[in-house]
T-cell receptor
Framework: AQSVTQLDSQVPVFEEAPVELRCNYS??????LFWYVQYPNQGLQLLLK??????LVKGINGFEAEFNKSQTSFHLRKPSVHISDTAEYFC???????????FGTGTRLLVSP | DADVTQTPRNRITKTGKRIMLECSQT?????MYWYRQDPGLGLRLIYY???????NKGEISDGYSVSRQAQAKFSLSLESAIPNQTALYFC????????????FGPGTRLTVL
């Protein structure tokens, strides 16, 4: 079965510092990969997705992620974070055969001044 | 107006009560989903529907039922609520032509006492 792992439950970082949120997926099936963001008291919003093609994917709000097949990873990065980036971030994978999303457990990004 | 709406947004109920959570969408999507979110567990799929006559169980369907009243409406019921069903519930939709992207509602926070 498809699975997605987010190793860090919480990542504290200072404003304007770079950040990387880690995500690994199981390699048993072909996948589409996604990052969603959940701001406090809100629903989930798509940040970016990888379907095929270029392994470096750019998303909204200055985020980007790199698909690495050999390491089965899809880490999310931002070169300089803002206070407003404080949120929970979910990595998710989709099996192309069933069109269902499987979510990781989430990483809470805490940006402090 | 929001494309995916959920009612109620907050609900407190007692053990043994029947509860219905409602989801409506104006995106014209055929596919609809119900997830629950628990701290540290991410989002888990309860039920999904690919059209009005197609309803499928997700990974945690026990204790829940659903009804797809129309293309735009997908309701989740807890026949006899129990405290471990206390969670944040999200509805989502997707277009089968672009099944890679799901659109989420704002969530319903359910507390079972």
């Amino acid at each position: 079965a498809q699975s997605v792992t987010q190793l860090d439950s919480q990542v504290p970082v200072f404003e304007e510092a770079p950040v990387e949120l880690r995500c690994n997926y199981s390699s048993s099936v072909s996948v589409y990969l996604f990052w969603y963001v959940q701001y406090p008291n809100q629903g989930l919003q798509l940040l970016l997705k990888y379907l095929s093609g270029s392994t470096l994917v750019k998303g909204i709000n200055g985020f980007e992620a790199e698909f690495n097949k050999s390491q089965t990873s899809f880490h999310l990065r931002k070169p300089s974070v803002h206070i407003s980036d404080t949120a929970e971030y979910f990595c998710a994978g989709m099996n192309t055969g069933f069109q269902k999303l499987v979510f990781g457990t989430g990483t809470r990004l805490l940006v402090s001044p | 107006d929001a494309d995916v709406t959920q009612t109620p947004r907050n609900r407190i109920t007692k053990t043994g009560k029947r509860i219905m959570l409602e989801c409506s969408q104006t995106k014209g999507h055929d596919r609809m989903y119900w997830y629950r979110q628990d701290p540290g567990l991410g989002l888990r799929l309860i039920y999904y529907s690919f059209d009005v006559k197609d309803i499928n169980k997700g990974e945690i369907s026990d204790g829940y039922s659903v009804s797809r009243q129309a293309q735009a409406k997908f309701s989740l019921s807890l026949e006899s609520a129990i405290p471990n069903q206390t969670a944040l519930y999200f509805c989502a939709t997707s277009d089968p032509r672009r099944a890679d992207t799901q659109y989420f509602g704002p969530g319903t926070r359910l507390t079972v006492l």
